[in-house]
């Protein structure tokens, strides 16, 4: 299958700063990319959809100025989030797609961010 | 809107024993079935997934899932699990023109030797 690669797996970061995850395609060009959050022992909850080029459209109830999301190409999205809280703290895994609806999408190895 | 039912939280299996993990979905139509497992600290990888055809879906790593219309389930098999199976395993739903899928809670396997 394809490959996503998520930078950084791991980050610890002081409360108040901001971090950034980058998610790439590899191999293949990604159209679409999903931003998921997920919790300890939980499932994996969509934050965000973003398509190359366009803003991106994010799920009810997640603060879409505080998970920043930028698709500027077709291998790379950006999830900026800003003025980290403790309560951020979490397992954030991207995912990728190469075309349209039933295309399947490639899940990245995920990031822990630790916000102290 | 789709939603995903794993009821059981922790199977614990023994090395060599069968596997069967259950999943059960909420979807108006025929849904796109998928399992995904999940090791720690890792992301996802797709086991297997059922788009249309052949109710009784192979997928990688000698698991099996059986998709039943009737009883609206597709419960995930292993007939003999290794101790490397342990994980997490989610199972998920997408909808006929949209593949992103919805999750289910998980469920933790067990190995014990």
């Known amino acids: 299958g394809a490959v996503v690669s998520q930078h950084p797996s791991r980050v610890i970061c002081k409360s108040g700063t901001s971090v950034k995850i980058e998610c790439r395609s590899l191999?293949?060009?990604?159209?679409?990319m999903f931003w998921y959050r997920q919790f300890p022992k939980q499932s994996l909850m969509l934050m965000a959809t973003?398509?190359?080029?366009?803003?991106?459209?994010?799920e009810q109830g997640v603060e879409k100025d505080k998970f920043l999301i930028n698709h500027a190409s077709l291998t790379l999205s950006t999830l900026t989030v800003t003025s980290a809280h403790p309560e951020d703290s979490s397992f954030y895994i991207c995912s990728a797609r190469e075309g349209g609806g039933n295309t399947e999408a490639f899940f990245g190895q995920g990031t822990r961010l630790t916000v102290v | 809107a789709q939603s995903v039912t794993q009821p059981d939280i922790h199977i614990t299996v023994s090395e060599g024993a069968s596997l069967e993990l259950r999943c059960n979905y909420s979807?108006?139509?025929?849904?796109?079935l998928f399992w995904y497992v999940q090791s720690p600290g890792q992301g996802l990888q797709l086991l297997l997934k059922?788009?249309?055809?052949?109710?009784l879906v192979q997928g990688i790593k000698g698991f099996e899932a059986e998709f039943k219309r009737s009883q609206s389930s597709f419960n995930l098999r292993k007939p003999s699990v290794h101790w490397s199976d342990a994980a997490e395993y989610f199972c998920a739903v997408g909808t006929r023109g949209s593949y992103i899928p919805t999750f289910g809670r998980g469920t933790s396997l067990i190995v014990h030797p």
């Open positions: 973003s398509n190359e080029g366009s803003k991106a459209t994010y």
């Open positions: 979807y108006g139509a025929t849904p796109y």
């Open positions: 059922y788009f249309s055809g052949d109710t």
């Open positions: 191999d293949f060009q990604a159209t679409t």
